[in-house]
């Protein structure tokens, strides 16, 4: 027995040296900066929220600015009201943000670090989240089954490169991650004190926090938390009311953000409402929020069915990346066959099953367009809870095989799983741990579309009433310090966007073009594709490469092309300009402060 524990022991600290090595190593060697473009956005209205104690953002969506101005809201864009982004992540973030103020400047061409201290800071919560997210999911698993289940579904998370990467995006997953695994604990604990007997309205209390926090913190948190209500009121003995109960915080938490939204845009969804229109029409959410002049879009069911069948085919053939490429995640599957004795393992059980079916819903309406990297993508939010189950499964069906030694029969199979759930980390965190630790924080950014340093340059060129247009605002506002407008669908709306800043004390510098608008799977696309109209200055900063230059619009104010990254092509010593600040004028650095 002695032995037995020692052993326990050794393995249990061996496993916390390892997550502890794990995490310093994603925030001071491997980390290259955000990779979320929601993750910046957050960031830069948490950095907000730190200077001025006030609900601004300097990231401005046309749909948004439209609705105020529609409501008779005057508002500037140098100070616009944030009607977009939910409020959980961002507060949380202002508060390290506040306190660690001093260091919060951004200055990487004066001899400053190329990684901004703050993203590191925001790496730091999100690897908090996610070893929270382990712990919390070994508790579970340990309250369901048994320690061995508990074990395996711990070490899945531990080895699972996409939920690292997760952690240090900066995207609003992360914690919606961490908020689940808190939920399903609670679940867990529910269905366990109901079939003793014991009372669970705190428990049920304490999930409906959560849910009220998780409505808080992403915009289609609503089809977990619906699958959660669901999920109590089915499956759990006296359900109904502990399903009332659970509700009655996330409504209660979407009521005050309707109030608050209705003071400063006059639409109880606020800017958000252009996220439940794309899910009811066959239009991208991106492409409404770049609308100027909104309405409501016709509802075609036949191209809406088409749209979300075409959704699920595509998500449906990378399921496997959206579960982190974790085994035992896939195979939760195969738990919905499988008959538990214990009631509260199939209620649990069915719980998540119900919610992974409603997030299918919610992603087939809502469409990935950048697969299981999107910020929207949500399947992998249910990825801890789906472990415990699949590991569950792992367990039972390799019992059944006879071995010879004691190790073999626990660890067989399961080893096998782990081992192939850890060949991304394998293959990848060797080779980034390579380059940052002979590059230090010189590591390569997420290059293309985000060069940090380079936008932090656009703070020196600009005075303090102008403001920029850029396919990457969120970017540009982060990095650069600067209210940045999402550029509009239609160029038409340029002009009336550029006289109402004017008429609100904002002149509009010029446009910030990035790989962002020139990403595609075929050239066409530019043509065709979300920045069609703005084909000319999207493609012709690579055009120099040719030695070539397109004629523009004798209308566009903005002719004169700053480069702000220029890359050798070819032996005439020809330049490709793929990040481009069109201007009126020509810009120079004007001062050398940081922002």
């Known amino acids: 027995m002695s032995n037995n524990s020692s ?3 050794l393995l249990r600290l061996a496993f916390y040296a390892l997550a502890v090595a794990l995490a310093l190593v994603h925030i001071f060697v491997t980390f290259r900066g955000l990779s979320s473009a929601d993750g910046m956005n957050q960031a830069q209205l948490a950095r907000q929220i730190a200077r001025t104690n006030s609900y601004q953002t300097k990231v401005i969506q046309p749909y948004a600015w439209a609705q105020m101005e529609k409501a008779a809201k005057t ?17 949380l973030w202002s508060v390290a943000f506040r306190i660690m103020q001093p260091l919060g400047s951004y200055a990487p061409n004066s001899g400053g670090s190329p990684i901004y201290f703050f993203d590191r800071v925001i790496a730091c919560f999100g690897v908090a989240a996610w070893l929270l997210t382990i712990f919390l999911t070994h508790g579970a698993a340990r309250r369901l089954f048994d320690e061995n289940v508990a074990a395996i579904a711990a070490v899945a998370l531990l080895v699972c490169q996409p939920g690292w990467d997760l952690a240090v995006s900066g995207a609003s997953r992360s914690l919606m991650v961490m908020l689940f695994a808190m939920a399903f604990r609670l679940y867990a604990s529910a269905g366990a004190r109901a079939a003793e007997g014991r009372s669970v309205g705190l428990v049920l209390v304490l999930l409906g926090i959560i849910c009220g926090i998780m409505v808080l913190t992403h915009l289609l948190a609503w089809w977990i938390v619906l699958g959660i209500i669901i999920g109590v009121a089915v499956f759990l003995p ?10 009655a915080f996330p409504v209660m938490a979407f009521s005050a953000l309707a109030w608050w939204n209705m003071k400063l845009c006059g639409d109880p969804l606020g800017g958000a409402k252009a996220l439940f229109q794309a899910q009811s029409s066959v239009i991208h959410h991106s492409l409404v929020m770049r609308d100027w002049a909104p309405a409501l879009p016709n509802v075609q069911v036949d191209d809406l069915l088409r749209r979300v069948g075409l959704g699920w085919q595509d998500q449906l053939s990378g399921l496997y990346a959206h579960m982190g490429y974790l085994v035992p995640a896939m195979l939760f599957f195969t738990a919905l066959i499988h008959r538990f004795r214990r009631t509260e393992v199939g209620a649990a ?10 997030v299918a819903i919610g992603m087939g309406l809502i469409g990935l367009s950048d697969k299981d990297k999107d910020d929207n993508a949500l399947y992998f939010v249910l990825v801890p809870a789906m472990c415990v189950f699949g590991s569950a499964m792992l367990v039972v069906l390799w019992s059944r095989v006879q071995s010879g030694t004691q190790f073999l029969s626990r660890w067989g199979v399961p080893l096998i799983a782990l081992l192939i759930s850890a060949l991304p980390m394998m293959v990848n965190l060797p080779v980034f741990m390579k380059f940052g630790l002979s590059m230090g924080s010189k590591i390569t950014p997420h290059w293309p579309p985000y060069v940090p340093d380079h936008a932090a340059l656009l703070h020196t060129m600009l005075e303090e009433d102008e403001i920029l247009f850029s396919d990457a605002p969120a970017f540009i506002a982060w990095y650069g310090d600067l209210p940045c407008v999402n550029l509009p669908y239609r160029r038409a709306d340029l002009a009336a966007m ?3 800043a004017q008429e609100r004390k904002a002149r509009v510098a010029g446009i910030i073009i990035t790989p962002v608008s020139a990403a595609c ?6 043509f065709t594709g979300p920045y069609g109209e703005w084909r000319d200055i999207v493609i012709r900063g690579p055009m120099f490469a040719f030695d070539k230059d397109l004629v523009l619009d004798s209308s566009f104010p903005f002719k004169v092309i700053n480069p702000l990254i220029a890359i050798p092509v070819g032996s005439k010593e020809n330049l ?5 600040f069109y201007s009126d004028k020509e810009r120079k650095i004007k001062r050398t402060e940081s922002p």
């Not at 059980?349 to 409603?358: C, T």
């Not at 799977?521 to 530019?526: G, K, V």
């Not at 490709?576 to 481009?580: A, D, I, N």
């Open 7 to 9: 052993s326990s022991a």
């Open 75 to 91: 508002v500037s864009p140098l100070a616009m009201p944030e009607t977009t982004q939910l409020p959980v992540q961002p507060l």
């Open 238 to 247: 006296g359900g109904r009311l502990g399903a009332v109960i659970v509700a």
């Open 349 to 358: 059980r069915w719980m998540v099953a119900v919610v992974f079916g409603l």
């Open 498 to 500: 550029q006289a109402t």
């Open 521 to 526: 799977e075929r050239f066409s696309d530019i």
């Open 576 to 580: 490709s300009l793929p990040m481009v």
